[in-house]
């Protein structure tokens, strides 16, 4: 069983930044963070996959303004977020999987974290 911990959510004005992170207690293979804004679906933002090299997923509307990475000794992965604009106001979800794949549907990934707010001011 892998639990997940975040951290780093916030209030910001746009224009700002924020950094979320996640801590995976046990061995996973991709890791991403989703998001779910009131009254809309959850959707995927970033994704991350290790297995020999590195492979990296971004949303159409975090591109060039989002950054996933991970720290392979601390077993947790980052999610940078800059240029932030108020449409980025959501719950962000850490989740994860213990296949090595890069995929966008929330379904395909067994293990979520709790949540954290993220709110742009404008």
């Known amino acids: 069983q892998v639990q997940l911990v975040e951290s780093g959510g916030g209030l910001v004005q746009a224009g700002g930044s924020l950094r979320l992170s996640c801590a995976a207690s046990?061995?996973?293979?991709?890791m991403g963070w989703f998001r779910q804004a009131p009254g809309k679906e959850r959707e995927i933002v970033a994704a991350?996959?290790?297995?020999?090299?590195?492979?990296?997923y971004y949303a159409n509307s975090v591109k060039g303004r989002f950054s996933i990475s991970r720290d392979g000794a601390k077993n947790t992965v980052y999610l940078q977020m800059s240029s932030l604009k108020p449409e980025d106001t959501a719950v962000y979800y850490c989740?994860?999987?213990?296949?090595?794949?890069?995929?966008?549907?929330?379904?395909?990934?067994?293990?979520w974290g709790q949540g954290t707010q993220v709110t742009v001011s404008s």
């Open positions: 046990g061995r996973t293979l991709t």
């Open positions: 991350i996959t290790w297995s020999g090299y590195t492979t990296y």
């Open positions: 989740a994860a999987k213990t296949t090595a794949s890069v995929t966008r549907l929330d379904d395909d990934y067994a293990y």
